[in-house]
């Protein structure tokens, strides 16, 4: 079965210091990978996509992504971890189908507090 | 440029009742989707509307429905409300033609609804 898992609920880590939030996935073929963030209150917001190509992707707030194919990963990563940053973070990849039948996943996503 | 609206932001009813939803996507944006928020299954997409034409259906019961208007604004209905149903429903607006997912998708604040 298709799948998306985020395997941290929680992910605490000190400002300044790096971030990294997981993503790991079982999906056949070539799927589009995506990270959003979800701060208090408000809708998700759109970080980065993977389609092709190189393996880091870089997004918006100094986030980026590295794309694993052979450990079917896609880790989010900061070098220099911000407390406005702490905030709920969802991985989402497209999963098997043709066109406009193919369906996004989503992880269950983890919640990142960053410590001043 | 308004970003992703929804209304009302917070709804309480009963079991048995039904409820209808708005979204009014960014100007310009044609393809609007809807999504479940609960702590315990994250994000479970319903359905995608594109040019007032349902294009993608999730795994949910009939009790859920919606539409497209003209003007790309997008309604969802849910008749007879379970206790099951109380979460945060999140819709998100689309400029691309192609399925959303394949692309950046903007969400709204999404509506609270509790059913009790």
């Known amino acids: 079965a298709q799948s998306v898992a985020q395997p941290e609920d929680q992910v605490n880590v000190a400002e300044g210091n790096p971030l990294t939030v997981k993503c790991t996935y079982s999906v056949s073929g070539n799927p589009y990978l995506f990270w959003y963030v979800q701060y208090p209150n408000r809708g998700l917001q759109f970080l980065l996509k993977y389609i092709t190509g190189d393996n880091l992707v870089k997004g918006s707030y100094g986030f980026e992504a590295e794309f694993n194919k052979s450990q079917t990963s896609f880790h989010l990563k900061k070098p220099s971890a911000l407390v406005s940053d702490s905030a709920l973070y969802f991985c989402?990849?497209?999963?098997?189908?043709?066109?406009?039948?193919?369906?996004?996943?989503w992880g269950l996503g983890t919640s990142l507090a960053v410590n001043p | 440029k308004a970003g992703v609206t929804q209304t009302p932001r917070y709804l309480i009813k009963t079991r048995g009742q039904q409820v209808t939803l708005s979204c009014s996507p960014i100007s310009g944006h044609r393809s609007v989707s809807w999504y479940q928020q609960t702590p315990g299954q994250g994000l479970q997409f319903l359905f995608e509307y594109f040019s007032e034409t349902q294009r993608n259906k999730g795994n949910f019961p009939g009790r859920f429905s919606g539409r497209q208007f003209s003007n790309s604004r997008s309604e969802m209905n849910v008749s007879t409300l379970e206790l099951g149903d109380s979460a945060l429903y999140l819709c998100?607006?689309?400029?691309?033609?192609?399925?959303?997912?394949?692309?950046?998708?903007?969400f709204g604040p999404g509506t609270r609804l509790t059913v009790l």
């Open positions: 998100a607006s689309s400029i691309a033609s192609g399925s959303i997912s394949y692309n950046e998708q903007f």
């Open positions: 989402a990849v497209t999963g098997v189908g043709a066109g406009n039948n193919r369906k996004l996943i």
